[in-house]
């Protein structure tokens, strides 16, 4: 018997947990590095509608609003000033997991404007714009995995920034990805950058393909189909994994490896469970193994400090079944592609919501505070 908690558990089964979730709230309450002592939190991920949700709610912001309204920034700027202060002092709480960690954990990352997913030379600029203003090396700048992002992604390691991709959905993007990384790697080192300071994390979404293949699978209705619910995400992450191990033993990753860089480690995000049948610490106890960060929303980090169940990682002997709920999924008729090419696009589209929402918020206060 252990009084090992269940967040303790998936840290010491090589999983970093990070919180999806940021608020000036947070940070001031002290409640983030409560969750840091009590909850094994190393990191935290932002994103335009994290931001969103905590500039609507409460008075943390009031006051700094006030100052950029009496400054006459426009909303644009107001928003560049309110998030990266919030990533800035969410970095420096972070920075003592960042320093014991040699730069592992201790994460704090912040995303381009999603108006920019299919912008190469904007996110490229503006990722250097957010480096900048943070000004923290435990930060991190999150470029979405556009076929744009690609390129973006090459130049802004390339420029010894450390970044993390976001919306993968399929496993030949997470392919593309890891050789954007390894790109812009091998530029950094021609360039002179200490190698051992860049990292990167390729955050691929699960729960999301589950909402989409399971809205088919019940227009199917057959039993077939109804045995494939709720398989697929699961399966596409571990099969994610498996992409994750093969490139990077490659001779290629490997020369980079020698010469101080860091892998690219996969990053489970959309963990939040959609389906209220479904356990709640699915997505996290399905998809513990080694190398790998887990960016959980705080109910799913209570749910598994409360009652997850980690015992032994549930990945690597695992390949050979998800390979088949793939191949069963398109034998239903179900195309891998078209639902993958979907869910990036729709991915982007909540973004540019949500970022929309957080523009007319910050407006409305700048009005107010005049």
């Not at 019940?218 to 498996?242: I, P």
């Not at 892998?263 to 513990?288: C, F, H, I, M, N």
């Not at 696009?345 to 973004?351: D, I, L, Q, R, W």
């Not at 929402?357 to 009005?367: C, G, K, M, P, Y």
Request: charged share 25%; aromatic share 6%; net charge negative.
């Amino acid at each position: 018997m252990t009084n090992e908690s269940p967040t303790a558990a998936l840290s010491n089964l090589g999983v970093s947990i990070w919180l999806d979730d940021l608020s000036r709230e947070r940070i001031n309450s002290g409640g983030l590095e409560a969750l840091i002592d009590s909850r094994n939190i190393v990191g935290i991920t932002t994103n335009p509608t994290i931001f969103a949700t905590a500039l609507a709610k409460g008075e943390a912001y009031d006051e700094q609003v006030a100052v950029l309204a009496s400054e006459g920034k426009t909303v644009t700027e107001a928003v560049f000033e309110i998030t990266t202060d919030d990533v800035a002092a969410a970095s420096d709480i972070f920075r003592p997991v960042y320093d014991a960690t040699g730069g592992r954990d201790g994460r704090v990352s912040i995303e381009v404007e999603p108006g920019l997913a299919h912008d190469s030379a904007g996110t490229i600029v503006q990722a250097k714009q957010l480096w900048a203003k943070v000004n923290r090396e435990n930060a991190m700048i999150k470029i979405p995995a556009t076929v744009e992002g690609l390129e973006a992604i090459t130049e802004t390691i390339a420029a010894g920034i450390s970044v993390n991709v976001t919306l993968i959905f399929s496993l030949a993007r997470h392919r593309e990805v890891i050789d954007a990384y390894l790109s812009g790697l091998e530029k950094a080192k021609i360039a002179g950058h200490d190698l051992s300071k860049i990292h990167s994390v390729a955050s691929f979404f699960v729960s999301r393909v589950d909402t989409e293949i399971d809205k088919r699978l019940d227009a199917l209705g057959t039993d077939d189909a109804k045995a494939l619910k709720s398989k697929a995400g699961v399966a596409n992450a571990r099969l994610a994994y498996q992409v994750y191990e093969s490139a990077f033993a490659t001779d290629r990753a490997q020369t980079l490896i020698a010469a101080g860089a860091n892998k690219q480690r996969p990053l489970w995000a959309s963990t939040g469970v959609k389906d209220p049948s479904l356990p709640d610490t699915l997505y996290v106890t399905e998809l513990a193994v080694d190398e790998t960060v887990n960016t959980m929303p705080e109910k799913t980090l209570e749910a598994t400090f409360d009652h997850g169940v980690i015992t032994h990682e549930q990945v690597t002997a695992n390949y050979a079944a998800a390979n088949f709920t793939l191949d069963a999924l398109t034998a239903l008729g179900i195309p891998y592609d078209e639902v993958t090419v979907l869910l990036e696009k729709e991915g982007v589209e909540k973004f540019i919501v949500s970022w929309n929402e957080l523009l007319d918020t910050v407006s409305a206060a700048l009005e107010a505070a005049k």
